[in-house]
């Protein structure tokens, strides 16, 4: 009898998903596409300039190869593109710390059947708790995966053009935000409100670029800390509506609108789902760590966007794709 069943492969490999990320971000621990790019090729030459076995090498190797980020040809092993433009370490866009942090998150998941049952946190909501320091690693491990959309944000504005312009940068973490829009344009001026912790790291880094006269931080919990009136050119609230609820965004929707000068424009970031939540697939996974991380996050429809803020007064609200997130843009 003919078995019309489909081959159980694609369910295997999902299942054993977690081994990619393990994969990844060891080789991540190890530099490996680092080393890969600076001309290392085999097992043995990248054993060598890391310091591991060639065994664990050639492991690491043949798993990247497995899911795409590296490729073999005539027994020497190169970065894929995708892996030298997101994987070196020391790039813009690297992410390799964020591979080494999700690493460490994977534990967390086995509580994943628990949290489901609850609707929540098996524990303390990790987003709610002021200076956490998971926050410390996160913000600095997601500041890459930020450069391509807050550049997108800038041309999309027309901040290199638009003269003088300040910024309010609510829950900058890193700061990537306003580093863009301030080296895109000389007569920007940014300010942050962020915890002291973090805006310590945002400081750091906008001095390292070069832009750190003319960014400020107010240190603070932007669930509190006033946003002024009539002061902004531009208001960012970059991933963070995700792991907030419904009413805590239009709270916050309504004083970043209030904080704008007149034609001002409000850019959020973050992971927005379609109306319909049949895609894109990356948002849609997230929400599967709101679920463990926050007590009301989620990703939110570009539909709950729309509403949320055409209800507190803005008037025009258009999206703009940036994979994996989304960028919403309101005036």
Same mark, same amino acid.
């Given at each position: 009898?003919?078995?019309?069943? +489909?081959?159980?492969?694609?369910?295997?490999?999902?299942?054993?998903? &977690?081994?990619?990320?393990?994969?990844?971000?060891?080789?991540?621990?190890?530099? @490996?596409?680092?080393?890969?790019?600076?001309?290392?090729?085999?097992? *043995?030459?990248?054993?060598?300039?890391?310091?591991?076995?060639?065994?664990?090498?050639?492991?690491?190797?043949?798993?990247?190869? %497995?899911?795409?980020?590296?490729?073999?040809?005539?027994?020497? &092993?190169?970065?894929? +593109?995708?892996?030298?433009? &997101?994987?070196?370490?020391? #790039?813009? =866009? %690297?992410?390799?710390?964020?591979?080494?942090? #999700?690493? #460490?998150?994977?534990?967390?998941?086995?509580?994943? +059947?628990?949290?489901?049952?609850?609707?929540?946190?098996?524990?303390?909501?990790?987003?709610?708790?002021?200076?956490?320091?998971?926050?410390?690693?996160?913000?600095? *491990?997601?500041?890459?995966? %930020?450069? $391509?959309?807050?550049?997108?944000?800038?041309?999309?504005?027309?901040?290199? %053009?638009? /003269? +003088?312009?300040?910024? @309010?940068?609510?829950?900058?973490?890193?700061?990537?935000?306003?580093?863009?829009? @301030?080296?895109?344009?000389?007569? *920007?001026?940014?300010?942050?409100?962020?915890?002291?912790?973090?805006?310590?790291?945002?400081?750091?880094?906008?001095?390292?670029?070069?832009?750190?006269?003319?960014?400020?931080?107010?240190?603070?919990?932007?669930?509190?800390?006033?946003?002024?009136? /009539?002061?902004?050119?531009?208001? @960012? &609230?970059?991933?963070?509506?995700?792991?907030?609820?419904?009413?805590?965004?239009?709270?916050?929707?309504?004083?970043?609108?209030?904080?704008?000068?007149?034609?001002?424009?409000?850019?959020?970031?973050?992971?927005?789902?379609?109306?319909?939540?049949?895609?894109?697939?990356?948002?849609?996974?997230?929400?599967?760590?709101?679920?463990? #991380?926050?007590?009301?996050?989620?990703?939110?429809?570009?539909?709950?966007?729309?509403?949320?803020?055409?209800?507190?007064?803005?008037?025009?609200?258009?999206?703009?794709?940036? $994979?994996?997130? =989304?960028?919403?843009?309101?005036?």
């Amino acid at each position: 009898m003919t078995d019309n069943r +489909p081959a159980p492969d694609g369910v295997l490999r999902l299942i054993n998903g &977690y081994w990619a990320t393990g994969v990844i971000g060891a080789a991540a621990d190890h530099s @490996l596409f680092t080393h890969l790019e600076n001309g290392a090729g085999t097992a *043995a030459e990248l054993a060598d300039r890391a310091g591991i076995a060639e065994r664990g090498a050639q492991t690491l190797l043949d798993g990247l190869v %497995s899911v795409g980020l590296v490729e073999v040809h005539e027994g020497r &092993y190169h970065n894929t +593109p995708e892996a030298a433009a &997101y994987l070196v370490e020391g #790039k813009p =866009t %690297s992410l390799s710390g964020f591979a080494k942090l #999700k690493l #460490k998150h994977m534990s967390g998941l086995t509580a994943l +059947p628990e949290v489901v049952r609850a609707g929540g946190p098996a524990h303390d909501a990790v987003t709610e708790v002021a200076d956490n320091p998971h926050w410390e690693e996160l913000v600095t *491990a997601l500041a890459a995966q %930020s450069v $391509p959309t807050a550049t997108m944000a800038a041309e999309v504005l027309g901040v290199a %053009s638009a /003269g +003088p312009l300040s910024v @309010l940068d609510v829950g900058g973490g890193s700061g990537v935000y306003s580093s863009v829009l @301030l080296d895109a344009n000389p007569s *920007a001026r940014s300010t942050q409100i962020d915890w002291e912790r973090i805006n310590g790291i945002a400081r750091r880094l906008l001095a390292e670029r070069g832009v750190e006269d003319r960014f400020t931080t107010v240190d603070g919990d932007f669930h509190t800390t006033d946003f002024g009136t /009539g002061e902004y050119d531009i208001a @960012l &609230y970059s991933h963070i509506a995700h792991q907030e609820g419904p009413e805590d965004n239009v709270e916050v929707f309504a004083r970043l609108r209030g904080a704008l000068k007149p034609g001002g424009a409000l850019v959020v970031c973050d992971y927005v789902v379609d109306d319909d939540r049949s895609g894109p697939a990356f948002p849609l996974m997230f929400a599967a760590e709101m679920l463990v #991380k926050s007590n009301r996050g989620n990703t939110w429809r570009r539909s709950d966007y729309r509403d949320w803020l055409l209800k507190v007064g803005f008037r025009d609200v258009s999206f703009h794709s940036a $994979p994996p997130a =989304t960028l919403v843009i309101a005036r």
